[in-house]
């Protein structure tokens, strides 16, 4: 089973404005950190902003803020004030963690085309 | 602090052919991960090391394999190339820790062509 869902191949957005990516995931893990990340067409992935299971507040980084609902599994990406150089994969990834010590392998998402235009 | 550094950046391969990967982590991580990234798989865990020793493994055949050296520097290999390892192949360094918060540095990744 998907343990992380992006349900939107695509988007568009106009620049300057907000855009919203969506992002599901499915875990019974209590502790748990979901990521997201910019990969540009030069193929390196760039990693934005994280959110801890446990963290009361969402996280914030600048310009992109992360809608955490843990009662619905969601964490969605939000991108305020989007700019040309927005234009990229967003992908947005989970890792389970409450084996102390261990490490456990992250789970990515099929990823979100997302174009800024002028 | 230099990022995470992947050797060669573009490589054009025959079938039944071997290939080695090379991955530099930044100073001072000491987990270094490979994924590969297809347009229909989308990007799939290989494996992990840390301290030179396989942490994790993904659901890949023996022909690919990796290591690490005591500077956390990695390789990874794969034998007897197939057209479908046609990929990106992306390192990712991270410090290592457990737990669930483990940032990882993703390096501008190799790209394979098997022909």
Redesign the interface.
């Known amino acids: 089973a998907q343990k992380i869902t992006q349900t939107q191949p695509g988007m568009f957005v106009q620049e300057k404005e907000a855009v919203t990516l969506d992002c599901t995931y499915d875990t019974s893990d209590p502790?748990?950190?979901l990521?997201w990340?910019k990969q540009p067409s030069?193929?390196?992935?760039?990693?934005l902003i994280?959110q801890?299971?446990y963290d009361q507040q969402n996280a914030t980084e600048g310009r992109y803020s992360l809608n955490f609902q843990k009662a619905r599994k969601s964490a969605n990406l939000v991108i305020s004030a989007s700019q040309l150089g927005d234009s990229a994969m967003y992908?947005c990834a989970m890792?389970?963690?409450?084996?102390?010590?261990?490490?456990?392998?992250?789970t990515?998402?099929?990823?979100t085309s997302l174009i800024v235009h002028p | 602090k230099a990022g995470v550094t992947q050797t060669p950046r573009y490589l054009i391969k025959t079938r039944g052919q071997q290939v080695t990967l090379s991955c530099s982590p930044i100073s001072g991580h000491r987990?270094v991960s490979w994924y590969q990234q297809t347009p229909g798989q989308?990007?799939q865990?290989l494996f992990?090391y840390?301290s030179e020793t396989q942490?994790?493994k993904?659901n890949f055949p023996g022909r690919f394999s990796g290591r690490q050296f005591s500077n956390s520097r990695s390789e990874m290999n794969v034998s007897t190339l197939e057209l479908g390892d046609s990929a990106?192949y992306?390192c990712?360094s991270s410090l290592?820790?457990?737990?669930?918060?483990?940032?990882?540095?993703?390096?501008?990744?190799t790209?394979l062509t098997v022909t």
């Open positions: 502790s748990y950190g990521f990340y030069s193929g390196e992935m760039i990693f994280y801890g299971s992908f890792r389970e963690g409450s084996r102390v010590g261990g490490s456990y392998i992250p990515f998402g099929r990823g | 987990s989308g990007l865990f992990e840390f942490r994790n993904g990106l992306l990712a290592g820790g457990g737990g669930s918060r483990i940032e990882q540095y993703f390096g501008p990744g790209r």
